[in-house]
T-cell receptor, first 109, second 115 residues
Framework: TQLLEQSPQFLSIQEGENLTVYCNSS?????LQWYRQEPGEGPVLLVT?????EVKKLKRLTFQFGDARKDSSLHITAAQPGDTGLYLC?????????FGTGTSLTVIP | DVKVTQSSRYLVKRTGEKVFLECVQD?????MFWYRQDPGLGLRLIYF???????EKGDIPEGYSVSREKKERFSLILESASTNQTSMYLC??????????????FGPGTRLTVL
């Protein structure tokens, strides 16, 4: 059992569509991060959310931290082919860092 | 820019061989990490180090060891490679232990195949 479960595991959509990716846990996190990994590269940090209920926007990407600090979501508006990649949530409930199971997004032109 | 480099992008080894994966970071970061990445499982922490010669086990340390003799270099060692260690290995570094508010900077990964 993974500490951070992401859904869906795979997502294939047309350019211009909206989508939401979820990151869920039974544990409470002081903060959560989202990373994006492009093929052949390591993950790169997109955002850190630190307050329950917090919403952060990064251009067309909207990140939300759940009120109970056990979950987070990533919403992409009008997806572009450049959004294609593996999206990973991550957090440290204690002194060890955990990554989620990942959502592989493909945006078709 | 922070740069984390890994010694090989692709590696093919035989069962039973001793395998060394090297990672170097150029930003004087305190912490370094080794993960393996498998489809559907995300990244799983093998070992991390918060200082020279210091190491801590992660979630899946069995079959692996690490070495950190210099601050900028963190090595992952597979003492006797097995086929179930075929995976993508990612190295990362972070400036200091700030928990989940600390950014981890990753290398490009080494895809290891054990035959």
């Amino acid at each position: 059992t993974q500490l951070l479960e992401q859904s869906p595991q795979f997502l294939s959509i047309q350019e211009g569509e909206n989508l939401t990716v979820y990151c869920n846990s039974s544990s409470v996190f002081s903060s959560l991060q989202w990373y994006r990994q492009e093929p052949g590269e390591g993950p790169v940090l997109l955002v850190t959310v630190v307050t329950g209920g917090e919403v952060k926007k990064l251009k067309r990407l909207t990140f939300q931290f759940g009120d109970a600090r056990k979950d987070s979501s990533l919403h992409i508006t009008a997806a572009q082919p450049g959004d294609t990649g593996l999206y990973l949530c991550a957090g440290a409930p204690g002194n060890q860092f955990y990554f989620g199971t990942g959502t592989s997004l493909t945006v078709i032109p | 820019d922070v740069k984390v480099t890994q010694s090989s992008r692709y590696l093919v080894k035989r069962t039973g061989e001793k395998v060394f994966l090297e990672c170097v970071q150029d930003m004087d970061h305190e912490n370094m990490f080794w993960y393996r990445q498998d489809p559907g499982l995300g990244l799983r922490l093998i070992y991390f180090s918060y200082d020279v010669k210091m190491k801590e086990k992660g979630d899946i340390p069995e079959g692996y060891s690490v070495s950190r003799e210099k601050k900028e270099r963190f090595s992952l060692i597979l003492e006797s490679a097995s086929t179930n260690q075929t995976s993508m290995y990612l190295c990362a570094s972070s400036p200091s232990w700030g928990g989940a508010t600390d950014t981890q900077y990753f290398g490009p990964g080494t895809r290891l195949t054990v035959l």
